[in-house]
């Protein structure tokens, strides 16, 4: 199974390819092509051309929650490839999402109006979904472990009025190999435990190979207080306790410091990725 990092926040150290602060990840399995998110805006497409992955045949996407940040090159994806499946949670349809973290409170929602012209190309799911042999859409996450502190700055508006964001909009996508499950987290707000946790029961396998995607342990800075070191500390162990053999793969929405605490207790099993990482499993 091979996997390609198709943008991210971080640079290639040689290739020049194109950064934002968004991710979009493409990986073949079940004999399709599949891309977990689209970036912020059109330019995955631009680092994809020059990646040599043709987005044009990607038989499903999967969009892993409604911030824009893994949505807004939806325009340009539907523009370019006319025939996959869009797969998107129930729960982001008709809802607005705000940010508070940067002070100024900004509007971070998926373009709607792209959504609604073309919700026939649309999967719209409510639970949990088988979507090929190996492949399942994982919506439903319980939370065991505590949830990351930056999703207190993130709030979402519906019918009831802006509130929390308690991220019922966010699926995780878990692919089950020989080897064990690979899974893909676009920002992991309902933290990294759960979602491992929520798909090691999907396919009643314990064995977990990789974690790819954000985990939303932000660094702490001079206004915003996040996870202490300790606390990141305990995440890491309890990684290294329950999946001692899965490589925690991350680089978008996990911050620098987070991602040195982290490797230090994971060792080998923590890889950062950038725009153009390739990984094989």
Known sequence: MRVAVIIDNNPHP????????????????????WLVDVGGSAQFYTNAVSMGINVE??????????????????????K??????IIISAQ???????SYRLQAKRDISINHSVVNQHINRFIVADGNMR?????????????????PKANNKLFIVDSDGEQPDGFKHEVALAVNTAEGIVVFSGCSHNGVLNILEACSIYFNQPQIIACIGGTHLIDSDAINKFET??????????????????????GHCTGINVQSQLSKILGVNFKSFHSGTYLSF
């Open 131 to 147: 979507i090929s042999t190996n492949v399942g859409l994982v919506c439903e996450i319980p939370i065991i472990y505590t949830t």
């Open 14 to 33: 040689s290739q020049d390819l194109l950064t934002e602060h968004g991710l979009s990840i493409y990986f073949e399995a079940d004999g399709f092509k």
């Open 57 to 78: 045949d990607v038989d499903f996407l999967v969009l892993s929650h409604g911030h824009f940040d893994h949505t807004g090159g939806l325009e340009q994806f539907i």
């Open 229 to 250: 070191e300790s606390e990141i500390n305990e995440i890491g162990k309890t990684i290294v306790s329950s999946y001692p053999n899965m490589q925690l793969i991350t």
């Open 92 to 98: 982001i349809l008709g809802k607005t999402f705000y």
């Open 80 to 85: 370019v490839n006319k025939k996959a499946q």
